[in-house]
T-cell receptor
Framework: GAVVSQHPSRVICKSGTSVKIECRSLDFQATTMFWYRQFPKKSLMLMATSNEGSKATYEQGVEKDKFLINHASLTLSTLTVTSAHPEDSSFYIC????????????FGPGTRLTVL | AQSVTQPDIHITVSEGASLELRCNYSYGATPYLFWYVQSPGQGLQLLLKYFSGDTLVQGIKGFEAEFKRSQSSFNLRKPSVHWSDAAEYFCAVGSDAGNMLTFGGGTRLMVKP
């Protein structure tokens, strides 16, 4: 199957700093990528849909100025958590839509963000 | 709005025993239904999906699921569980040809030797 990577896998930062998380489709081109947030022992919540070359579409309640998404190429989407606070600590997961494969989403392994 | 409920937060079964994980959904149209498994350090892996056709769907790793429209359910089953099946399982419903996924709360499966 198709492979999606995320970098970094873990990051610890100080409150007030910004953190960038990368999501890459390694062996296919993804016109659409999704960003999810997973709280401990909770389900995945869709944050935004990222389309290559256009602005991301954010779900209700997600601050677009705080969670900046850039999908600059067909294999890379980035999520930047700006001015991070402890409540932003979470597990962030991306997925990529591989067109031509039954529209299956392939998920990255996730990034654990801890804000001190 | 679509929603997914997985009533069981934790399930423990003995190795070799059968397994059924419950999933109920709410969706206005014909749903696209998915089961994913999440293991530590790995991304969600698709076990199976239902778009249309035969309501009994076969997936990978010996899993199957049955779509029951009258019960709004899509329960996941496996006849004989292996220790390596211990993981978190998520049911999801998709709109827009399955692209926009709404996940259930997940069921953590533990397997006793």
């Amino acid at each position: 199957g198709a492979v999606v990577s995320q970098h970094p896998s873990r990051v610890i930062c100080k409150s007030g700093t910004s953190v960038k998380i990368e999501c890459r489709s390694l062996d296919f081109q993804a016109t659409t990528m999704f960003w999810y947030r997973q709280f401990p022992k909770k389900s995945l919540m869709l944050m935004a849909t990222s389309n290559e070359g256009s602005k991301a579409t954010y779900e209700q309640g997600v601050e677009k100025d705080k969670f900046l998404i850039n999908h600059a190429s067909l294999t890379l989407s980035t999520l930047t958590v700006t001015s991070a606070h402890p409540e932003d600590s979470s597990f962030y997961i991306c997925s990529a839509l591989a067109g031509g494969q039954g529209d299956e989403q392939f998920f990255g392994p996730g990034t654990r963000l801890t804000v001190l | 709005a679509q929603s997914v409920t997985q009533p069981d937060i934790h399930i423990t079964v003995s190795e070799g025993a059968s397994l059924e994980l419950r999933c109920n959904y709410s969706y206005g149209a014909t749903p696209y239904l998915f089961w994913y498994v999440q293991s530590p350090g790995q991304g969600l892996q698709l076990l199976l999906k239902y778009f249309s056709g035969d309501t009994l769907v076969q997936g990978i790793k010996g899993f199957e699921a049955e779509f029951k429209r009258s019960q709004s359910s899509f329960n996941l089953r496996k006849p004989s569980v292996h220790w390596s099946d211990a993981a978190e399982y998520f049911c999801a419903v998709g709109s827009d040809a399955g692209n926009m996924l709404t996940f259930g709360g997940g069921t953590r499966l533990m397997v006793k030797p």
